[in-house]
């Protein structure tokens, strides 16, 4: 579980990027953040894996403070950047055994979970090769199996669909609403509406970094006067404000 | 030069500086300048100094003039160098010609905007290394207006050639580089090939005019003999040392026309050389692997898994290793070998012992000692795994911040490279101690373990360097290592070093050396465990630049 409790961020002062932000992502939860560019939604990301440092107000993992228990907060969080470009002079199951090391997961279920992983993401076979040689999406892939390698109860993933190939994105896809189901807590930003309407329990729309909207779609649908396109919808809640 | 060739050197160069942290409003401006224009002052001064003392003496030979030769010599020799590693790295190693090539650009714009670029590292550094020995050099001798212009002149157009053989040695050994196939080993040895090549080309020019101590003595006696010596060796030294010394004009356009030639001749030949190396390397690491094995799958603790990934960041990288390990490691065995094998080619057998007799009695002594560790401490100067440990990363360096892995280890962990690669430096310095004086196994003892003891000050002290000022955001390696204004710390600090090694010694200089080691040894303890608490209770704080 997550619980976000009035949290602010600026990086000039007077000027807020993220402004009193209250959000609670209950456990068995998928929860779909979205909003335009430069609305806060990786601020907020950041700030909730421990990146950033809020100015104001605090954000427990779990029941632990990000900032005061950090160590066991992070124990539980498997976090997939927005930029996949990691070590990539590492092979990729050299970048796998480094994850598997720094989240101490025992060897037997590190094999299981490599082999699990990498399979289900058709990349086992290129495992010995530096992760320079990969393409973008094989990187992503990469960088997605080496948060998900301690089965971290919550899953933070900063636009996990780029790209990914369908097979790839409709695979994550389902492991998301696996872990959900299974109880954890799945939060992920992304641009595409049509994912999140399809994967997301609810959805929180942030937008110069204010959260103006929290429901489920059906929800903001009823909110709103027409029956429009998603987008619609999008647009006249982020220019409503 | 057309407005191509400008605006794309104008790019490369805006590519590679540093550009400061945009978060990072709080410090001034002119505080930063201020903080650099003291460093630059500092280290100005040092060379000033020495060119000071050094001028004085030859004067009362009347050998001022030798002066400029060798300093000319030796910023020929500094400038192939160090060209050596930039032209591996700006013409062949750096991203920016998978973004270049495509542009409607000619050959010899790209070739000519890149060698701008190097021409302005190295005019950077003239500005440190040039300017007080020719400003010492013009006070001491009274010398007129017209001196300081046309050494200005010289300085501008010296550079040229240096950087012309650099790069012509690096584009013979990476034209080879499209048969090979580990191309990241290769991109590793070709710097150091080149290197030892120009080292060997420069020995073999010099073998020919092989100074004896005869000729030595006469040389001091001829005035400005041992200058006609040097300058056989390239043909730009003696126009140059002619323009500067007797503020001839001529001379200067006579270096001018022979750069001239040089350059043009350089660009043509150049454009195919540079093209036929730089597509090859393009494409790197593409091969195909075997398949993993379970074997492949183990266990370490985070501490060793995670000293092993900076190893092989450092290994793996070549810009990295030939920039940040490569100049501690080699350094010393280029400059102690040469000597070595000097003193053993030009001396009888018993006069090495004789010689080795006198150093002998003399290392055991607080000075001696003092004199070991200042040789280790300007060594490992030049070693920039700590400066650079946050920066390296780039953009990764925030996975520092969401890993379950207190900042303070992961502070330890990365500087443990650098405290190791420092030690083979202090290893091959003792060795080295060793076959000149031999002294006893408790003095080559002591050495080691103080410089251990300083090498962990100074490492954690450079990771807080690098902490405040991170350079995170490259799209070149070459921009961390070259135009990084926080590498000048690492020679600050291990100079004040070596002044409070000898500030210690000199007033304890009759008592034994391990007195004096005591001394270093608990100042230095009590120093580090003052700043590794100071990390540690400030760990958050520290780590903030980085998101």
Sequence with gaps: ?241 | MNKKIISLTKVLLKNSFQRYNENNKKTSKIGKILLYAVLVVYLIGIFGFLSYGLITTLQQVQQEAMFIGVFLLGLALLTIIQSIISVTNVFYFSKDLEYILPLPLKPNEILISKLNVILVTEYVMELLFAVAPITAYGILTSAGVMFYIISLLVLIIFPIIPILIATFIIMIIMSFSKGVKNKDRFRLIAPLLGIILALVLSFSLSGTSEITDEELINAITQANSMVEMISDKLPIIKPAINAIVNSDFIEFLKLLGITAIIYIAFILIGNKLYFRGAVGNLSSGSKKGKNITTKDIRNSSVGKSYVAKEFKMLFKNPIFFVQCVLPSVLMPVVFLGIFIVSISSNNSQESIKQFQNVIGSFIETPIGLAIVLSITEFLTSMLYIAPTAISRDGQNAIFMKYIPVSYYKQLIYKGIPSVVFGTITSIIVIGFVYVIAAPSVLFLLTVLILNLVLLILQTILMELVDLKKPKLEWSTEYAVVKQNLNLLWPFVLNLLEIGIIFIVTIPLSFANYLIIALVILVLHIIITYFVNKYVYKNQDKLFDKIN
């Design chain 1, 1 to 241: 579980m997550i619980n976000i409790n009035n949290v602010s961020k600026s990086y000039v002062k007077g000027k807020k990027s993220v402004d009193a932000l209250n959000l609670e992502i209950k456990d068995g939860e998928i929860f779909g953040f979205l909003g335009p560019n430069g609305a806060g939604k990786t601020t907020t990301i950041k700030m909730i894996t421990g990146i950033l440092n809020s100015d104001e107000g605090n954000i427990l993992i779990d029941g632990k403070d990000i900032k005061k228990e950090g160590i066991s907060a992070k124990k539980n969080i498997g976090f997939v950047p927005d930029t996949p470009d990691i070590f990539l002079k590492l092979k990729g199951i050299e970048y796998l055994n480094f994850m598997g090391d720094i989240y101490e997961v025992p060897t037997d279920i590190r094999k299981t979970r490599i082999e699990e992983l990498t399979k289900k993401f058709e990349i086992f076979d290129n495992l010995n090769e530096e992760m320079q040689s990969y393409s973008h999406g094989m990187r992503q892939k990469i960088v997605i199996c080496g948060a998900l390698l301690s089965n971290p109860k919550n899953w933070i993933l900063d636009e996990p669909m780029t790209g990914l190939d369908p097979k790839a994105s409709f695979d994550l896809k389902e492991m998301m609403r696996k872990h959900a189901k299974e109880g954890n807590c799945v939060f992920f930003s992304t641009h595409v509406l049509e994912v999140a309407e399809k994967l997301c329990d609810r959805v929180g729309i942030i937008n110069k970094g204010k959260l103006i909207f929290v429901g489920t779609f059906e929800d903001m649908k009823a909110k709103l006067k027409d029956n429009g396109s998603l987008e619609e919808l999008f647009l006249e809640i982020t220019q409503d404000e």
